[in-house]
């Protein structure tokens, strides 16, 4: 892990570049909404990078086709809280509490291991991740 001061801004607009031509090819509108200004987070900006692309293709791949995907950013005292909201069908009940296991997956082709690995490195970093 490279920690480093990082604007996290920069590496969300670095992620919704990485992932705007999937999301206008299915027709899914991206809403930013951002509370800032921030004052840089102590983080690895690859891994973090990482972490908010693999939350937008998760996004994209429950919604399908002509949903919405709202990125929302805004400050709790001295954290900055990140968060990817969905028009997809949601998660149930029952599978919301393994969804962080490894190889539990509710997709036919899924792995089950971008939300474990996701979580990981948001706990290596200090932080949450629900």
């Not at 809403?31 to 908010?52: H, N, W």
């Not at 990125?71 to 599978?95: F, L, M, N």
């Amino acid at each position: 892990m490279r920690l480093q001061p990082v604007a996290i801004d920069q590496v969300i607009d670095k992620a919704l570049h990485l992932t705007s031509d999937d999301l206008h090819r299915r027709g899914i509108t991206l809403t930013r909404e951002s509370r800032g200004p921030f004052p840089p987070v102590l983080a690895d900006p690859d891994l973090v990078t990482q972490v908010i692309f693999g939350l937008l293709v998760n996004a994209a791949e429950a919604i399908e086709q002509n949903g919405k995907i709202i990125v929302r950013t805004a400050s709790a005292q001295s954290e900055v809280e990140v968060e990817v909201i969905d028009t997809g069908p949601g998660i149930s009940p029952a599978d919301s509490e393994r969804i962080f296991e490894p190889f539990f997956t509710t997709k036919p082709t899924g792995t089950g291991l971008g939300l474990p690995m996701a979580a990981g490195i948001v706990q290596r970093h200090g932080g949450t991740i629900e």
